[in-house]
């Protein structure tokens, strides 16, 4: 049995989690105002412009980048769909364990990392 079965429509139990989990999903697509774009950007203006008409395999390389962006683009939106959003489970809904009451019950656990994260970029 899948997860994804097993679990829906947790937005409304853990809605910060939800709500992260679609700004992750729109990195990993790389749209423009977003860190992801960049490298997509430089992807994109490489195999057009030295790939298709230099070389036999630079049409392929292309179709092959404008198909992973747009699975990925399927793959992180549908999971997020079947995760958080729809009717919630009768028995997620009484389980006291899947509370997202407190923002810090939600995020805590992310707390180390995004330290590190940080401490990171600052130095």
């Given at each position: 049995?899948?997860?994804?079965v097993?679990i829906k429509?947790?937005?409304?139990?853990m809605?910060?989690?939800?709500l992260?989990?679609?700004?992750?999903?729109l990195?990993l697509?790389?749209?423009p105002?977003?860190s992801g774009?960049?490298?997509?950007?430089?992807?994109?203006?490489?195999v057009?412009?030295?790939g298709?008409g230099a070389?036999?395999i630079?049409l392929?390389?292309?179709?092959?980048?404008i198909?992973?962006v747009?699975?990925?683009i399927?793959?992180t939106f549908?999971?997020a769909?079947k995760?958080?959003?729809?009717?919630?489970?009768?028995?997620?809904a009484?389980?006291?364990?899947?509370?997202?009451?407190?923002?810090?019950?939600?995020?805590s656990?992310s707390y180390?990392?995004?330290y590190?994260v940080?401490?990171?970029?600052?130095?």
């Amino acid at each position: 049995m899948s997860l994804f079965v097993i679990i829906k429509g947790l937005a409304s139990k853990m809605p910060i989690t939800a709500l992260l989990w679609l700004f992750g999903a729109l990195i990993l697509s790389a749209l423009p105002p977003l860190s992801g774009f960049a490298a997509e950007w430089v992807l994109f203006t490489g195999v057009f412009t030295f790939g298709v008409g230099a070389i036999p395999i630079g049409l392929i390389l292309a179709i092959l980048s404008i198909s992973a962006v747009l699975l990925t683009i399927v793959y992180t939106f549908s999971s997020a769909k079947k995760i958080f959003f729809g009717p919630l489970k009768p028995e997620l809904a009484n389980n006291d364990k899947i509370q997202g009451s407190s923002p810090h019950d939600e995020y805590s656990p992310s707390y180390p990392c995004n330290y590190i994260v940080n401490l990171r970029s600052i130095s």
